[in-house]
C-alpha cells in the first residue's frame, strides 16, 4: 500500500503544532450539528464559484462503499459575523472557518475542542482566494483523518454514556482487548476465535464482526485474502433468513471486469497497531435479497502474533430516517473505540 506523501507527512507535523489538548481543558459541553455534517464558515464572497465547487468536489463527494450514493459530508454554510456572535454555531462538531485578508500568512491551524466536545475547527488563514483553494487541496486527506476521528470520538463518548458492561466485558475475557459496544447492542454468537455482536432495530440491522487467527506472513493483508477471509468468516457464521441462505463479499463483477459495487483497500493509522488494511464495500446474502455496506479494519496486533479483523456492517433497506452512511459510521466507530 502507497505511505502518505510527503506533504501530508508535512501537513500533519505543522497542523498537530499548534492544536490545543483537550486534557489540558475544564469539560468541555457536548458539540452540536448531525452526523458527519460540515459546518463552512465563510461570508457570501468567498463560499462561491471555484471555491464553493472545490469545497463540493473534495467534501461532498459520495461516499466509498454504500450501495447507494450518500455525499460524505452534508455540507452547511454561515457567514462569519453568525458564528462570532452564535455559541450554538461554535460549538458546531465539524468547522472550517475560511479567513481571506491580504495580510494573512496562508497558513492553516487546527483546534480540537476548543469549544466543545468531540469537535474539530480548522482556521484558514488565506490571503486570495487562490491561496485558499491551494491549502484546502493540500490538507484535505488530513482534514478527512481528522474529522473522522472527532466523529469516532462522539460515537465512542455517547456509547460510554449507556454502556453495555456485560458485553464487553465478554470480549475483553475472550479476546485480551476491548470495544465499547451500548445496551443496544447483544452477543449473537461466540466461538474460540469469533464473535458476532449485533443491534436489531426495526428498521435496520449493524454489527461488528470479531475474527481472530495466527499472524503467519504479511500475505495475511493480502487484499484477495483479506476478501476470502471475510467471505469465509461470513459463510460460516452468518446466516441469511432463509434455510441455506448465507452472507459474503458482493464481488460480482460487470462485463468490462469492475466490481458492480467497489471495494478499496487503503492502509491506516489505527490505535496503535503497526499495520492495518482499511477495506470498504457492500455484502449481500447469497440465496436471499439482504444486503448493505460494510468496514473491515485487518490489523496487526501488538505482540505481532495475531492478526485481528474487525468488520463493522449495516442492514437498511430503507435511507429514512436513517442513513447507511450514518449507521456505518456507528458500526466504524465501535471498530476504532478498541483498546489492548
Known amino acids: 500500500m502507497k505511505k502518505l506523501s510527503l506533504f501530508v507527512l508535512t501537513a500533519i507535523m505543522a497542523l498537530t503544532a499548534c492544536h490545543n489538548n483537550p486534557s489540558d481543558e475544564p469539560q468541555k459541553k457536548g458539540s452540536s450539528g448531525k452526523t458527519l455534517e460540515m459546518m463552512i464558515v465563510a461570508d457570501k464572497n468567498v463560499y462561491t464559484g471555484e471555491t464553493k ?4 468536489s473534495l467534501f461532498g463527494r459520495p461516499q466509498v462503499g454504500l450501495p447507494v450514493p450518500e455525499s460524505m459530508f452534508d455540507i452547511v454554510n454561515i457567514p462569519v459575523s453568525s458564528y462570532k456572535s452564535t455559541e450554538m454555531f461554535r460549538n458546531h462538531r465539524n468547522i472550517l472557518y475560511f479567513d481571506v485578508n491580504p495580510n494573512n500568512p496562508d497558513k492553516v491551524y487546527k483546534h480540537i475542542d476548543e469549544y466543545a466536545a468531540p469537535q474539530v475547527v480548522f482556521d ?10 491551494e491549502m484546502l487541496r493540500k490538507y ?13 470520538r462522539r460515537v465512542i463518548k455517547a456509547f460510554k454514556g449507556m454502556e453495555n458492561f456485560k ?15 451500548s445496551n443496544e447492542f447483544a452477543i449473537a454468537k461466540q466461538k474460540e476465535d469469533f464473535a458476532w455482536v449485533r443491534k436489531e432495530a426495526k428498521d435496520f440491522g449493524m454489527g461488528v464482526l470479531i475474527d481472530v487467527f495466527s ?17 469465509t468468516i461470513m459463510k460460516r457464521h452468518v446466516p441469511g433468513s432463509k434455510d441455506s441462505s448465507y ?18 483497500f487503503r492502509q491506516v493509522d489505527f490505535n496503535g497497531s503497526d499495520y492495518c488494511i482499511e477495506t470498504r464495500g457492500c455484502w449481500r446474502t447469497f440465496g436471499d435479497f439482504m444486503g448493505g ?12 502474533k495475531k492478526v485481528i479483523m474487525l468488520t463493522g456492517y449495516v442492514y437498511c433497506p430503507r435511507n429514512k430516517p436513517w442513513t447507511k452512511r450514518d449507521l456505518l459510521m456507528q458500526a466504524e466507530s465501535i471498530c476504532w473505540s478498541l483498546q489492548f
Do not use: C, W
Not at 479494519?297 to 501488538?302: N, R
Open 124 to 133: 484558514f488563514a488565506a490571503k486570495d482566494q487562490a491561496s485558499l483553494r
Open 247 to 264: 452472507a459474503g463479499i458482493e464481488r460480482r463483477r460487470t462485463e468490462q471486469g469492475e466490481y458492480l459495487a467497489p471495494i478499496t
Open 53 to 56: 465547487q472545490l469545497i463540493d
Open 215 to 231: 499472524y503467519t506472513d504479511q500475505n495475511v493483508f493480502n487484499e484477495q485474502n483479506i476478501l476470502d477471509r471475510l467471505d
Open 293 to 304: 455496506p460494510f468496514v473491515t479494519y485487518t490489523l496487526l496486533s501488538p505482540s505481532k
Open 167 to 181: 458485553v464487553n466485558e465478554a470480549i475483553r475475557k475472550q479476546f485480551g482487548f476491548g470495544l465499547m459496544f
Open 140 to 152: 484535505e486527506p488530513f482534514i478527512l483523518d481528522e474529522v473522522y476521528k472527532a466523529e469516532h
